[in-house]
């Protein structure tokens, strides 16, 4: 698991019903690219997040393929609808195999 | 004719007065106001300082206005770990002894200051490796490092909103009174002193950069060109270098008395660190 890794989310915890809300998430990584080189010269290894999901009470909401060229803790905001109350369910996937997992309750009104 | 017509065009573009809200005020997470503009203490020749913060463009002014949209909290977050973490031979962090980080509300602006024991102007940082060293009998860390700039950041995320308060007279005042000449004193081959730029010329533009007055209440700052915390020290080397001279190293007495003087010239604004920048 790569090192100082922490998902952050920030949902609003209450809304009315079918309005759309405002999703923020962050997640400190360090994403290098794989096109650097150390001192030596030697390459260092690609290691980012290659994939960042959300889920709604089990339907997906958004599902985002991470590439090479996005920067160190890749911040995301985006809207959606909230039909009814539930659980954004948040996950985030590193190339070494590590996944990363945060989840929030909303409540409609 | 053409060529006339082609210079007064890029005259109108140069001088429309931009991208920056220069009127915004800063409210951080919708709460905390952070006084951004103040009268000008006695000794800076001007009629007002004014926070970097009200030379950046809109999209960067709003990054600093939310603490989920600044990216200088992360390193706050961090070093909110490493304030509880023990380290050295003494098996202390800094908590054993100060406590909750908030208990050091009101430490950042009246930093650099003078330390009666020590016998010297010591900043933020010297006080922190001082810690480090007799206290927790652990290393110290280099005065620019990223550790050190995050610890630097939590300290002031806990003062932020407070006006800086440095003293300029009594037993800092050889220190300061160098402080002022290093800022009067031009330097490198393009011969620019701080005030040359900061004081001279703030508001306009050097190249595509906005100028500010250089004042340090941000400081550390996130910058967007460089993705990380940038110490008070590291930005007064970046500065020197861009004035094409060889520059004071971190933690040197010039640059800890450049700081004690450029902080006194923000007296009165508020604290915003960790600030962003572009």
């Known amino acids: ?109 | 004719m053409k060529t006339y017509a082609f210079a007064a065009l890029i005259g109108a573009v140069a001088m429309t007065p931009a991208w920056a809200d220069e009127e915004a005020d800063l409210v951080v997470n919708g709460d905390l106001e952070i006084t951004v503009r103040a009268p000008a203490p006695d000794h800076v020749p001007m009629s007002e300082v004014l926070s970097g913060w009200v030379f950046r463009s809109d999209e960067t002014q709003a990054l600093q206005m939310d603490d989920f949209d600044n990216p200088g909290m992360i390193f706050v977050d961090d070093a909110i770990e490493t304030w509880s973490t023990v380290e050295g031979n003494a098996g202390e962090s800094c908590q054993s002894c100060h406590g909750d980080p908030e208990k050091m509300a009101g430490v950042r602006p009246v930093y650099p200051k003078w330390n009666e024991e020590a016998g010297e102007v010591r900043t933020l940082a010297m006080q922190v490796n001082d810690c480090r060293e007799t206290r927790m009998e652990a290393e110290p860390w280099g005065y620019t490092s990223g550790d050190m700039a995050n610890m630097e950041a939590l300290l002031a995320s806990v003062s932020r909103g407070l006006p800086i308060n440095v003293a300029t007279d009594g037993p800092v005042a050889d220190a300061w009174a160098l402080g002022e000449e290093l800022y009067y004193t031009r330097t490198g081959q393009l011969e620019l002193s701080c005030a040359n730029c900061h004081e001279d010329n703030y508001g306009n533009n050097i190249r595509a950069d906005h100028l500010s007055q250089g004042q340090i209440n941000g400081f550390p700052t996130y910058r967007l060109k460089n993705a990380k915390l940038n110490t008070v020290h590291a930005r007064f080397k970046g500065c020197v270098r861009d004035t094409r001279a060889e520059t004071f190293s971190a933690g040197s007495p010039e640059f800890v008395a450049l700081e004690l003087y450029v902080a006194s010239r923000g007296n009165g604004l508020g604290v915003e660190g960790p600030s962003v920048r572009n």
């Open chain 1, 1 to 109: 698991m790569a090192e100082n890794v922490t998902p952050r989310v920030r949902v609003p915890s209450e809304a009315s019903a079918g309005e759309a809300i405002t999703i923020k998430t962050l997640i400190s990584h360090l994403m290098e690219s794989g096109q650097r080189k150390d001192s030596d010269g030697n390459v260092i290894p690609r290691a980012i997040i290659n994939r960042f999901v959300v889920d709604f009470n089990g339907e997906n909401v958004i599902d985002v393929a991470l590439a090479p060229a996005i920067s160190t803790n890749p911040f995301f905001e985006f809207q959606a609808f909230v039909p009814e109350s539930g659980t954004f369910n948040f996950t985030w996937y590193d190339d070494d195999g590590s996944v990363y997992e945060e989840s929030k309750e909303i409540t409609v009104a």
